[in-house]
């Protein structure tokens, strides 16, 4: 099985022009907290949860796993990537085996519409590329999620193909990394 599994992690933090994407940390939490229950965020994403829930449910230092970047500006957590495993009963794979490695991310709405996602989407994907020479990449996101669709572009997924899951179609995308 080839992915995150086989690269050392945590990475050391990756720098961008604007951005700091790191490991998780005890200070994050509370802006974990108000990501997860952010109507705004939860629209593509089944929605928010419940704040005391949350406050319950989120452990002191959140997201400390392989393949989860905090991404912070100026020290403070904006948004998230995560690189997982798809997992193999769910729809949309580039490999008939399944299980490849899946881009996720969420940020703040006051983070929205300055170009972070892309900033940071596309540092995380060029690590990958280099911890995991030639792996492919997916991502998956509700066709109806324009500001997804336009930033999967952007970075260069390509269409695989567009299915139901969740109640609503979802477009589902590859991004191949050049081996050189």
Request: overall charge negative; some cysteine; charged content about 25%.
């Amino acid at each position: 099985m080839t992915g995150l599994e086989h690269a050392a992690w945590p990475p050391a933090p990756i720098r961008t022009e604007r951005l700091v994407l790191r490991a998780s940390e005890a200070r994050d939490r509370a802006a974990f907290i108000e990501l997860f229950s952010s109507p705004e965020v939860g629209t593509y994403v089944g929605g928010p949860r419940p704040r005391a829930e949350l406050e319950r449910a989120v452990p002191a230092v959140p997201g400390r796993r392989p393949g989860f970047f905090v991404i912070d500006l100026d020290g403070a957590m904006i948004g998230m990537i995560t690189l997982d495993r798809r997992a193999a009963e769910r729809p949309g794979h580039v490999r008939p085996e399944g299980g490849e490695t899946e881009l996720g991310y969420m940020f703040l709405p006051e983070a929205w519409g300055r170009g972070y996602a892309a900033e940071a989407c596309t540092a995380a994907l060029d690590w990958f590329a280099a911890a995991l020479p030639g792996d492919p990449v997916v991502l998956c996101t509700q066709n109806a999620n324009d500001r997804a669709l336009r930033l999967a572009a952007k970075l260069g997924f390509t269409e695989v193909e567009r299915f139901e899951e969740y109640g609503a179609e979802q477009w589902f995308g590859v991004w191949s990394p050049v081996s050189s």
